[in-house]
């Protein structure tokens, strides 16, 4: 079971992003710019710190959301899309003419306990 998985056209894109700009790291801050959208970073162009939860790996890339941001989310599933336009972050793909995003579900009742009852 994960929380988060990528479309195949997003994996698309990430992995051309891969190709051009070698190891990534995805965040999801809820911060400025375009808000809760997940972005793509080169690797060394994130700090990441201890308030930082590390949600899955795509594709070999690891996501990671802010705390504050995972409160609000962490009875979702999350699933990483690709769509036109142009967001307003530094995100990778935005040169492209694209912008990620994040569709949503809810966990299962399994799903939920394996991935958030730790008792």
């Known amino acids: 079971m994960t929380r988060i998985d ?3 056209e997003a994996l698309k894109v990430l992995k051309q992003l891969k190709h051009q700009h070698g190891e990534l790291i995805f965040h999801q801050s809820g911060g400025c710019c375009d ?3 997940p972005m793509i970073f080169e690797k060394d162009d994130m700090y990441l710190d201890d308030s930082d939860i590390h949600m899955g790996d795509l594709d070999g890339v690891p996501f990671y959301m802010n705390q ?3 409160e609000y989310w962490k009875h979702t599933h999350l ?3 690709i769509t036109e336009g142009r967001g307003s972050s530094f995100s990778l793909e935005i040169p492209l003419g694209l912008r990620f995003i994040i569709h949503s579900r809810l966990l299962s009742k399994e799903e939920n306990t394996f991935l958030n009852d730790k008792s």
């Open 6 to 8: 990528i479309t195949p």
């Open 35 to 37: 808000g809760s959208s």
């Open 68 to 70: 504050d941001q995972y």
């Open 79 to 81: 699933t990483v899309d």
